[in-house]
């Protein structure tokens, strides 16, 4: 799977929304750091935390099992297998959100934002 990630601060900073249709498009046009920006290639069966893992990124995480949501991201196009959820409501997983800790990719691409930690209702979720 082909992955496309950004750093949810950068959409405060540009003043960008979760929903922009030309979110991705911006990012890519705008000269962000690889830090926040980028792509890498996940395999099917891994879970997408560990791909980022694997190409040099460092998202947050607290507990790898699906339990705080530190590690939290919002799939903005194609989906992402998550095979349990104890903590996110159905109104955040109807926003996308997911578990990349123990999710894994389900399309052929992937666009998530990642560093959600400020999206309404998240905070209290985290450890
Ligand atoms: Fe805790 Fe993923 S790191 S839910």
């Given at each position: 799977t082909h992955i496309e990630y950004l750093n949810y601060e950068v959409l405060d900073d540009y003043g960008?929304?979760?929903?922009?249709?030309d979110l991705f498009e911006n990012a890519a046009a705008a000269d962000l750091s690889a830090e926040d920006y980028g792509e890498f290639i996940a395999p099917p069966n891994e879970n997408v935390l560990k791909a980022a893992e694997r190409s040099g990124q460092r998202w947050p995480f607290a507990c790898?099992?699906?339990?705080?949501?530190?590690c939290a991201v919002v799939v903005v196009e194609g989906e992402m297998e998550m095979p349990?959820?104890?903590?996110?409501s159905s109104e955040m997983m109807d926003e996308?959100?997911?578990?990349?800790?123990i999710s894994a990719p389900k399309t052929d691409e992937l666009k998530i934002v990642y560093n959600?930690?400020?999206?309404?209702?998240?905070d209290e979720l985290r450890l």
């Open positions: 960008w929304g979760l929903h922009d249709d790898r099992g699906g339990a705080c949501a530190n349990s959820n104890h903590i996110l996308g959100v997911r578990l990349s800790c959600i930690k400020h999206l309404p209702g998240l």
